[in-house]
C-alpha cells in the first residue's frame, strides 16, 4: 500500500519558497520587531541581530532544508520522522522531533485568536470606511463605524473589551460576540487550508496573498512617507520616527515625556538582555527550528533545490521585517504622538492595537489605512498559523497512515480546544502570555539546540552537505556543518543558558500559586504527553517494520 501522503509535492520551487516565507511572515515581522529594536536601543539592537542573523538563522535554515528534503526523500514528512532517520533511526533522537511538532502546534492554538483580533479591526475600519455610501457598521452597539476616539483611552478600552482583557469568559457574554464570530472564522480558514493540501490549499493561498501583502505593505509605507510633520511640532517628522527606530544611541524619556538621559551604543552592547532579544527575534520571525519548515522543505521533489531555496526564504523574511516592518509602525507613532509613544511601542499588542489606530485616527485617510494594515496583519498570520499546524497534521499522517482528511479533522478538532481556553480565560490575557511564554520563547531554543546536535553530530557533515548539493543553484558553504558544530551550537546553548537564568523562576512560581497559568500548562503538557507517546509507538512500528526489511509502509524497502 502506497503512503496516503507520498503524492504531496510543492508544484514548485517558488511555492517552497513563498510557503516558508510565509510561514515566517507574520505579526512577529510587523509589530514585534519593530517593538523590540525601539526598546532595545534602535541601531545597536541591529548588531547583534545581525550575528544571529548569519550565524543562527542562514545556516540552520539551510540545515533545515536539507534535513526536511532528505526526510521527504525517505517517505517521512514530519520533524519526528525526519529525526529519526536522521539520527540513525534511533529513537531517542525522534523524540527531539516531537518537540519540534508540539511547539508550533500549541503557538497555533493561540494564533488563531489573535487573528481573530486583526480581523475584527479590519471589518470594524471597513465599516467606517463603508459609512459614506451609507453601509457603516460596528462591531459594538455604542462605538460609532470605524475607529476613531478622542483620547487613547479610548483606544486602550476598545481593544481591552475586544478581547475581554477585564473578565474571564466575557467574550461569551452578548456584548462582545463579534470576536467569537471572527474567531470561528479564522478556525475554519485555518482548517479549510490544511484539508485542502499542501499543493492545493497551503501553496495556492501563499501564492495569491503574498502580492497582496507586500501591497498593503507598500501602500501604508507611502502614506507615511507622505505625511511630511503632519502635527507641525518640531521633533515628530518622518525623519524624526526613523530616528528614534535606528539611531544606536537614543535619549531616555520619563512617563511624562522629560528627557532624563542618553543611552549610548556601548551600554546596548554590554546589555546580555539586547543579545539576547535580538536571537530570540530570529528565531520567532524565521521560524527556524519550529517545525514548519522541516516539513515543508520534506515536500520538496527530490531534485528540487534546498540551498538556494532555504537563503531566498530568509532574505523574503528579513526585505518584509527590517524594510517593511521598520517603516510602517514606529516612524508614524512618533510622528503623530512624539515621545508619548515610546512607552508603548515596546510591546507588540500595545503597538499594534493601541498606539496604531490613535495614529490613524490623527491621520488623513487613516481609516483607509488602518483597513489596509490589518488585513495585511490578518494575511500575515493566517500564513503563519497554517504553517504551524502542518507538522502536527504529517506527525497524525507519518505514525498512523492516515490521510491528509483524516489527520486535518482529528488535528483541528485538539486546536480547537486550544483556542477555547485562551478565548475564555482572556482576563489580563494571562492564558495567551502564558502560552507564548512556555512554547514560543522555551521550545525553539530547546528544539533548535537538539535538533542541531542530531544534524551535526550524528547525520554528520558529509550527509548535510550531499543532501543540500542535490540539486542546488549555489554552491553551499563547504565548511556548514562544522559552524555549526563550533559556533552556532555553542552560541545557542549560550543564549539558552541565559535566557532560563533570567526567566524561569518567575514563571515557574506563577504556575505554583495561580489556577490560569496551572490549568493552561498543564494542559499543554497533556498535548506533549500524547505527541510523546504517538512518536514512541510510531518509531518502535518503524524499527520493527524494518527488522523485517520493510518500510514504514509495509513494502519491501528499496
Not at 494594515?373 to 504553517?387: D, E
Request: charged share 10%; with cysteine; proline share 4%.
Amino acid at each position: 500500500m502506497p503512503s496516503k501522503n507520498a503524492q504531496e509535492n510543492w508544484g514548485a520551487s517558488l511555492g517552497a519558497i513563498l510557503a516558508v516565507a510565509g510561514s515566517a511572515v507574520g505579526l512577529g515581522n510587523f509589530l514585534r520587531f519593530p517593538g523590540q529594536v525601539a526598546l532595545h536601543g534602535g541601531g545597536a539592537f541591529m548588531i547583534p541581530y545581525v550575528i544571529a542573523l548569519f550565524v543562527i538563522a542562514i545556516p540552520l535554515a539551510m540545515s533545515e532544508w536539507a534535513l526536511g528534503r532528505y526526510a521527504g526523500r525517505m517517505g517521512f514528512h514530519s520533524p519526528l520522522g525526519a529525526l529519526y532517520v536522521a539520527g540513525g533511526r534511533k529513537i531517542r533522537w525522534g523524540f527531539a522531533g516531537c518537540l519540534n511538532t508540539f511547539s508550533p502546534f500549541v503557538i497555533a492554538m493561540y494564533y488563531i485568536v489573535i487573528e481573530a483580533w486583526c480581523l475584527a479591526y479590519a471589518a470594524q475600519y471597513l465599516g467606517g470606511l463603508l459609512q459614506h455610501v451609507g453601509l457603516g457598521f460596528s462591531l459594538f452597539s455604542d462605538v460609532a463605524p470605524g475607529l476613531k476616539f478622542e483620547s487613547t483611552s479610548g483606544y486602550e478600552e476598545f481593544f481591552g473589551r475586544l478581547v475581554g482583557v477585564g473578565q474571564d469568559g466575557s467574550l461569551f457574554g452578548s456584548g462582545a460576540r463579534a470576536i467569537l464570530w471572527t474567531t470561528l472564522a479564522c478556525a475554519a480558514m485555518n482548517f479549510f487550508l490544511i484539508y485542502k493540501g499542501v499543493s492545493k490549499g497551503i501553496e495556492r493561498f501563499c501564492k495569491a496573498v503574498a502580492p497582496l501583502i507586500l501591497l498593503c505593505a507598500v501602500a501604508v509605507i507611502i502614506r507615511v512617507v507622505t505625511l511630511g510633520n503632519p502635527t507641525g511640532t518640531p521633533g515628530q517628522s518622518f525623519l524624526d520616527g526613523l530616528g528614534f527606530m535606528w539611531n544606536p544611541t537614543r535619549e531616555i524619556v520619563n512617563a511624562s515625556g522629560e528627557v532624563v538621559g542618553r543611552a549610548t551604543l556601548a551600554q546596548s552592547l554590554f546589555n546580555p538582555e539586547v543579545w539576547l532579544a535580538a536571537t530570540a527575534q530570529i528565531f520567532f520571525s524565521t521560524s527556524i527550528c519550529f517545525g514548519a519548515i522541516c516539513t515543508y522543505a520534506s515536500y520538496v521533489k527530490s531534485r528540487g533545490d534546498v540551498a538556494l531555496s532555504s537563503v531566498s526564504a530568509v532574505a523574503t523574511n528579513e526585505f518584509c521585517e527590517v524594510v517593511l516592518g521598520g517603516l510602517m509602525t514606529v516612524p508614524p507613532a512618533i510622528m503623530f504622538l512624539g515621545a508619548a509613544a515610546s512607552k508603548s511601542v515596546g510591546s507588540s499588542f500595545a503597538l499594534g492595537f493601541n498606539v496604531l489606530p490613535n495614529v490613524f485616527g490623527l491621520m488623513p485617510m487613516g481609516q483607509l489605512c488602518g483597513f489596509v494594515l490589518f488585513t495585511l496583519l490578518f494575511l500575515a498570520a493566517i500564513t503563519s498559523s497554517v504553517s504551524m499546524v502542518q507538522p502536527a497534521v504529517a506527525l497524525f499522517q507519518d505514525s498512523l497512515q492516515w490521510s491528509r482528511k483524516q489527520s486535518a479533522v482529528v488535528v483541528s478538532s485538539i486546536n480547537l480546544v486550544g483556542t477555547a481556553i485562551v478565548s475564555w480565560f482572556t482576563k489580563d490575557l494571562m492564558a495567551l502570555d502564558v502560552f507564548d511564554f512556555w512554547v514560543a520563547n522555551l521550545m525553539p531554543f530547546m528544539g533548535g539546540a537538539l535538533q542541531t546536535c542530531v544534524i551535526v553530530f550524528v547525520w554528520g557533515n558529509a550527509s548535510l552537505m550531499t543532501e543540500l548539493k542535490r540539486g542546488a543553484r549555489i554552491n553551499p558553504p563547504k565548511r556548514l556543518g562544522g559552524f555549526l558544530k563550533y559556533v552556532t551550537f555553542p552560541y545557542l546553548l549560550l543564549v539558552f543558558g541565559f535566557w532560563a537564568w533570567k526567566n524561569m523562576a518567575d514563571r515557574v512560581e506563577q504556575i505554583a500559586t495561580q489556577f490560569v497559568p496551572k490549568l493552561s500548562v498543564l494542559f499543554m503538557l497533556s498535548v506533549l504527553a500524547a505527541i510523546l507517546l504517538l512518536g514512541f509507538v510510531s518509531m518502535k512500528r518503524w524499527t520493527r517494520l524494518e527488522s523485517l526489511g520493510l518500510n514504514s509502509n509495509n513494502q519491501p524497502q528499496a
